[in-house]
C-alpha cells in the first residue's frame, strides 16, 4: 500500500518539498532499491533467527522510517527514511509467508495464504485512492 500511496502522491510530495525531477524519481527508487537488495538477506535471517523476532524488527524499522517520513520537511531525510523503509518492508514480505506456514497447516493454510494474497491486492488499491486524496 505505501508504494501505491507514493506513487499517485508524488506530484503532491515534489511540489510540498521543493523536490527536481531528479530528487522526486529518487523517493521511489530508494525504496526499490533497497526492498529488491535486502530481501534475500532478510529472508535467510528470518530463517537462520526468530521469525517472529525479525518480522518485528522489520514492523518497528518500517514504522519509524515511515515516521520520520511523514514529519520531514528535507528533501534528503524523506530520500533516505524510504531507503530505510524499504529495508524494514524487505523483512515484513518474507517473514509474513514464513510465519503463515509455520502457524498454520492443510486448508487452514490456504485459506491464510488467500487472505494474505487479498489483503495485499486490496492494499495496493486502498493506497492508490489514500494517495490521490
Given at each position: 500500500m505505501d508504494n501505491s500511496i507514493i506513487f499517485t502522491s508524488?506530484?503532491?510530495?515534489?511540489?510540498?518539498?521543493?523536490?527536481?525531477?531528479?530528487?522526486?524519481?529518487?523517493?521511489?527508487?530508494?525504496y526499490t532499491l533497497t526492498f529488491g537488495g535486502f530481501l534475500r538477506l532478510s529472508g535467510r535471517l528470518s530463517d537462520l533467527l526468530r521469525r517472529k523476532?525479525?518480522?518485528?524488527?522489520?514492523?518497528?524499522?518500517?514504522?519509524?522510517?515511515?515516521l520520520m517520513i511523514g514529519i520531514s520537511t528535507s528533501p534528503m531525510v524523506v530520500i533516505l527514511m524510504r531507503a530505510v523503509q524499504g529495508i524494514g518492508s524487505s523483512i515484513i514480505a518474507p517473514t509474513?509467508?514464513?510465519?503463515?506456514?509455520?502457524?498454520?497447516?492443510?486448508?487452514?493454510?490456504?485459506?491464510?495464504?488467500?487472505?494474505?494474497?487479498?489483503t495485499s491486492g486490496i492494499g495496493s488499491?486502498?493506497?492508490l485512492l489514500v494517495g490521490g486524496g
Open positions: 508524488s506530484v503532491q510530495i515534489g511540489q510540498s518539498l521543493g523536490l527536481s525531477a531528479s530528487q522526486l524519481s529518487w523517493i521511489s527508487s530508494a523476532r525479525i518480522f518485528q524488527i522489520g514492523l518497528i524499522v518500517f514504522g519509524l522510517s515511515s509474513t509467508l514464513a510465519l503463515i506456514m509455520d502457524a498454520y497447516r492443510g486448508e487452514m493454510r490456504q485459506r491464510a495464504i488467500s487472505y494474505y494474497g487479498a488499491s486502498v493506497g
